[in-house]
């Protein structure tokens, strides 16, 4: 039994077709695991007790597998009685295992703001919200931004994680031809090669935008 | 069960755990060293060859990576065992994203260490291996320690090659007990015990060598 070409090539429209699925896992996982990683990074800054446990938390989950967390919220969530799909269930297991990385961009891109900025915002007598809003926030998301590119290029090559739980993403598709026709190394091949392609085409967009970025902000 | 039989399974995976972390590492180590090296040095053809292997290795997904090796490796008539594979495929894969790492690291040394070496009659290679390897591994040591937890973690996906690691015992503990939070929740643990002190050496070793270079800029 060598390997069908024919057969191979005949299983590309449909790994092709998740490739929506793919992208649109990536993409909002990608803002929840921003989300989540800035609210983390906000309750870290702001000390306390609270402080303490995120950092922990941070910590933990940066010491865990993801597939592990896959498993633990698919599993442990309908315990507790919250049925949630398998797709939802994936995207908020990427969210909060790259919730505890985009924590760490979010304060190495607040740090980078020099101090003075805030003390002069309080000197004109700006409040702690307009602040964050007016003077962190702008300055923050021009230091974020390539490093949040490379993280949406990670989040990207997690998705096919998704396809332990079923999810039909592309790796889950090509596991479906390969469970009906009984031939597992051509559809996983081609999901194998068309990933890479949409991987290395995803991070030289990123890349592009990080270069345009860093050229109208130099100084 | 209690709690305590289920930490006993889980860590029964653990041997295998650490055989294919350490198994990796033999792929690992030289492929980030000869490719790293390579990239740096190579000019031309030879280097979009060994910038395309690089890519290959690093920009695509992991767990499509290991099941394209594992399904279609013996069709092209090489059989290799499962702890083979995932160690193959795992470490190359965390050995690409290192590569990275030692060429930044020798392309981030001062030119005048290079002609220094020349200066004193050193050849090509006397250079790389006496003056610029050393500085370059230890400047990005912690970047190493880092690459090495991403690829402990990523060890949870031999379970889904039939090998008994940690997560596979987990699943086959949640088999013939219904307790998710407690087998999920023992094995996210069981995975932070093991990778949470790793950490904190990487902090170490980056605190440490950040403090040698503010003493050198102070001489």
């Known amino acids: 039994m060598g390997f069908d070409f024919a057969f191979a090539i005949s ?48 910590d933990f989950i940066r010491a865990t597998p993801v597939l592990a967390w896959l498993y633990f919220l698919y599993f442990v969530l309908p315990f507790y009685g919250v049925r949630l799909g398998a797709l939802t ?19 190495a891109g607040i740090d980078a703001i020099p101090k003075g900025q805030q003390e002069a915002s309080r000197a004109v007598g700006l409040s702690r919200l307009d602040t964050i809003i007016f003077i962190i926030a702008p300055q923050m998301l021009r230091n974020i931004a390539a490093p949040l590119g490379n993280y949406f290029v990670s989040i990207l090559k997690a998705t096919p994680y998704l396809a332990v739980l079923a999810v039909p993403e592309m790796l889950g598709q090509a596991f479906d031809i390969a469970s009906e026709t009984y031939r597992y190394a051509e559809p996983l091949t081609v999901a194998g090669i068309l990933f890479l392609i949409l991987a290395l085409a995803i991070s030289q967009a990123v890349k592009r935008v990080e270069t345009r970025l860093l050229g109208s902000t130099r100084r | 069960m209690s709690i305590f039989d289920i930490w006993l399974g889980i860590l029964q995976g653990l041997d295998v755990t650490a055989k294919v972390t350490g198994y990796g590492l033999l792929f690992a180590v030289p492929f980030a060293l000869i490719f790293g090296v390579a990239q740096y040095l190579a000019k031309g053809a030879v280097l979009f060859a060994v910038t395309a292997i690089i890519e290959f290795w690093r920009s695509s997904a992991v767990i499509i990576l290991l ?54 009659g050193l050849s090509r290679s006397m250079i790389l291996l006496l003056v610029e390897l050393p500085q370059a591994l230890v400047a990005m040591s912690p970047t190493f320690v880092n690459h090495f937890i991403q690829l402990v973690k990523a060890t949870a996906l031999v379970s889904l090659v039939t090998l008994t690691d940690m997560t596979f015992r987990a699943k086959e503990i949640a088999q013939i ?4 939070v407690g087998i999920y929740t023992s094995l996210l643990l069981a995975y932070f015990v093991v990778c949470y002190p790793i950490a904190i050496l990487g902090r170490w070793l980056e605190a440490r060598i950040s403090s040698g270079r503010e003493l050198a800029r102070g001489l």
């Open chain 1, 11 to 58: 299983t590309v429209p449909t790994i092709l077709g998740a490739i929506g699925t793919t992208l649109l896992v990536a993409l909002i996982s990608c803002l929840g695991a921003a989300g989540i990683g800035f609210g983390f990074e906000m309750l870290r800054r702001s000390g306390g007790l609270s402080g303490y446990a995120v950092r922990f938390l941070i």
């Open chain 2, 67 to 120: 099941f394209v090796f594992y399904y279609a490796l013996p069709v092209v008539g090489l059989m290799l065992s499962a702890i083979t594979v995932s160690a193959m495929v795992l470490g190359l894969n965390i050995g690409g994203y290192a590569s990275q790492a030692v060429r930044a690291g020798l392309q981030s040394l001062d030119r005048g260490q290079k002609e220094a070496g020349q200066a004193l």
């Open chain 2, 177 to 180: 007990e219904y307790n998710p």
């Open chain 1, 89 to 107: 269930v994936g995207i908020l297991g990427l969210s909060v295992y790259f919730s505890g990385y985009l924590a760490e961009v979010f304060k």
